[in-house]
């Protein structure tokens, strides 16, 4: 059973870093791609980030130049960094993999708040 489990979220103030990590249990981790979404205060998850089993990497607008998702497909690990932080990032952090299934994980709260 494949399970998702996001970690490293917390309050930071503006201008600041944090690192998220996405660790994943089974065996289907290394040939699927893994998005990170993210879901503020009374609005929709959004799409934030992704790559792919071979690496290549994607960003919504807002987050390019400032976040840098990575993998370490040996530790089943996938990666957010966020720096320069700013209140609009404020929300929910969520890592998602689809195969067969569509899977989650329970998400990691970031605040950015001064």
């Known amino acids: 059973q494949m399970q998702l489990v996001e970690s490293g979220g917390g309050l930071v103030q503006p201008g600041g870093s944090l690192r998220l990590s996405c660790v994943a249990s089974g065996n289907i981790f290394r040939r699927n791609a893994i998005y990170w979404y993210r879901q503020a205060p009374g609005k929709q998850r959004e799409f934030v980030a992704t790559i792919t089993s071979g690496g290549l990497t994607n960003y919504t607008d807002s987050v390019k130049g400032r976040f840098t998702i990575s993998r370490d497909n040996a530790k089943n690990t996938v990666y957010l960094q966020m720096n320069s932080l700013n209140p609009d990032d404020t929300a929910v952090y969520y890592c998602?993999?689809?195969?067969?299934?569509?899977?989650w994980g329970q998400g990691t709260q970031v605040i950015v708040s001064s």
């Open positions: 998602n993999l689809v195969d067969r299934a569509v899977y």
